[in-house]
């Protein structure tokens, strides 16, 4: 929720004032992005197709919409609410935990540029820890679990196909807690929420947890980062 996050926040500001600009910029061992296998097993989108979309949860939202947003390839990235119902999908409700709603980020993607098993792959990398069990860092409960929704019966396929070959390949040196849920619906998330990283740069929680995933992105995947982020105001 906001006010926890806002202690964290003032929290933030006090480690940054002892351990000054390096521990905002960079990631500690457990949040350092991994370098990790692509997934053998990829979806094969329709030649017709030039626009498709995936659904990731992976705590907070503002961080996971932030690293996608500046990833070649992707058209915009909205932050949201995914696997509960619509009459509980807003902010203060889903932080209680019992509505079955993940903060969540639909990703809309060129599938020309890039692949849907690229995107998992940018997800298991960079954008959050998948062996963490409902919770994302400083964040706790479901709200925060690691999930992916697929749009599809292909997406589901190569989804839990890609965890298998990571966890037999010991790659995290924990079990993936990472959960597949297909059939549920996504819900845009309140417009203060959209685009936060970027427009709240200095926020000790975006500097502390966020940042450093764009750093690794752009240290993992060079040719995939782009500089100018897809934002969802500017699409508007």
């Known amino acids: 929720m906001i006010r926890s996050r806002s202690m964290l926040a003032l ?24 370098a ?8 094969q989108a329709a030649d017709s197709a030039t626009t498709e979309v995936a659904v990731l949860a ?5 961080g996971v919409q932030g690293v996608f947003q500046h990833v070649d390839g992707v058209i915009g990235a909205v932050s949201g609410y995914a696997g509960g119902e619509a ?3 807003q902010y203060e409700k889903v932080g209680s935990g019992r509505t079955g709603h993940a903060e969540s980020v639909r990703v809309i993607f060129d599938p020309r540029k890039i692949s849907y098993g690229r995107i998992l792959q940018i997800y298991f990398s960079v954008a959050h820890d998948p062996t ?17 929704f697929p749009a599809s019966d292909e997406q589901a396929r190569v989804a839990k196909a890609y965890i298998a070959q990571l966890d037999a ?18 819900y845009p998330a309140e417009d203060y929420h959209q685009d936060f990283l970027t427009r709240n740069p200095h926020n000790p929680y975006i500097m502390i947890n966020d940042l450093p995933k764009l750093a690794e992105l752009k240290r993992l995947f060079p040719k995939l980062y782009r500089d100018k982020p897809a934002l969802v105001f500017a699409s508007r």
Do not use: H, K
């Not at 990790?36 to 097993?41: A, S």
């Not at 992976?58 to 503002?62: D, E, L, T, V």
């Open 11 to 34: 929290a933030g500001v006090v480690m940054l004032l002892a351990f000054g600009a390096r521990l905002a910029l960079s990631p500690s061992a457990a949040e350092e992005g991994r």
């Open 36 to 43: 990790i296998p692509p997934p053998v097993l990829d979806e």
């Open 58 to 62: 992976g705590g907070c939202f503002w």
């Open 87 to 89: 009459g509980t999908a």
């Open 132 to 148: 963490e069990l409902n919770r994302q860092g400083p964040d706790v409960g479901p709200q925060y679990r690691s999930t992916v």
């Open 169 to 186: 390949a010991r790659v995290f040196g924990r079990t993936i807690a990472t959960t597949i849920e297909p059939g549920r619906a996504f």
